[in-house]
């Protein structure tokens, strides 16, 4: 029963090697797309792939074959993992806190301003680059497109996504007929009537897609806790079987005095010598 341990974390590792193969099969279908969005995951999930397969196999060479460096590697980098896992959790904790979009009067979904999130998240939207990306995602999603054929009722009782409520209309608030238009926010100069452009240089779209971020990273961090909770389980394990490998390694069964070299007390020697001439003198 010693080595149970040694068996829970070969079955693990051999159900994580197998998972990490659609994982790295999905990363290089994603390379391949030419859509944008999917672009973005790809080297989130060509990496995770690829160390998954690594750790595990590791893993599970050091747990069934009894490969004590090969469980020492495997327990190092599980650490190390936990540790990111851990640090990539409250990270985003702190900086998704803020937002959470305004209840629009007399309407069912919310707007969403952009100085309403962390810094961070602003600065990383404000990006040319990274914008340019962002836009194009959101033109190949199609999600304008649905309200297209939207009455003026829908507008009222309907509920919208975040993106659709900053990027494909104008705020709420913006006023289009003869009075001045002096006072009105920046966004309601921003919007264009094409379907190629809306809204989407409007700070409330990079607010709806921080918001949709926002969402998807909670819920992320909650997968991330359960996760980590997991991980220490296995670390756990793998301490001992660990520890059964390392003591299959000696030539002592499990129970046994496993104490290889014991140095005796200084006076050990003297203290033998002078017995056996005290024993040759009677």
Aim: some cysteine.
């Amino acid at each position: 029963m010693y080595r149970f341990s040694n068996t829970v974390i070969g079955f693990l590792n051999l159900f994580t090697l197998l998972a990490s193969i659609p994982i790295i099969g999905g990363g290089l279908w994603m390379a391949r797309n030419s859509t944008t969005c999917e672009s973005f995951l790809q080297t989130p999930l060509l990496v995770v792939g690829f160390v998954v397969l690594i750790i595990s196999l590791a893993g599970f060479i050091g747990a069934c074959f009894h490969v004590a460096w090969a469980l020492w590697v495997y327990l190092v980098v599980m650490l190390f993992i936990i540790g990111a896992l851990l640090g990539i959790t409250i990270f985003g904790f702190i900086v998704t806190g803020p937002g959470g979009g305004v209840q629009v009067p007399g309407r069912v979904y919310k707007e969403y301003r952009l100085e309403d999130y962390s810094p961070w998240l602003r600065n990383k939207i404000k990006d040319p680059h990274y914008w340019r990306t962002i836009r194009g995602c959101i033109l190949g999603s199609k999600s304008c497109a649905k309200l297209a054929f939207w009455t003026p009722l829908d507008y009222l009782e309907r509920d919208m996504s975040p993106i659709q409520s900053g990027c494909c209309k104008p705020p709420t608030s913006c006023n289009y007929g003869a009075a001045t238009m002096a006072a009105q926010e920046p966004d309601c100069y921003r919007w264009n009537n094409a379907p190629t452009l809306l809204c989407y240089e409007c700070d409330s779209c990079k607010a709806g897609v921080l918001e949709d971020v926002r969402r998807d990273w909670h819920k992320l961090s909650v997968l991330n806790i359960v996760m980590i909770v997991l991980l220490i389980g296995i670390y756990s394990i793998g301490c001992c079987a660990f520890r059964n490998t390392k003591r299959a390694e000696t030539d002592y069964p499990y129970g046994e005095n496993q104490m290889r070299k014991v140095r005796p007390r200084w006076d050990f020697y003297w203290w033998r010598w002078w017995h056996e001439k005290k024993h040759e003198l009677w």
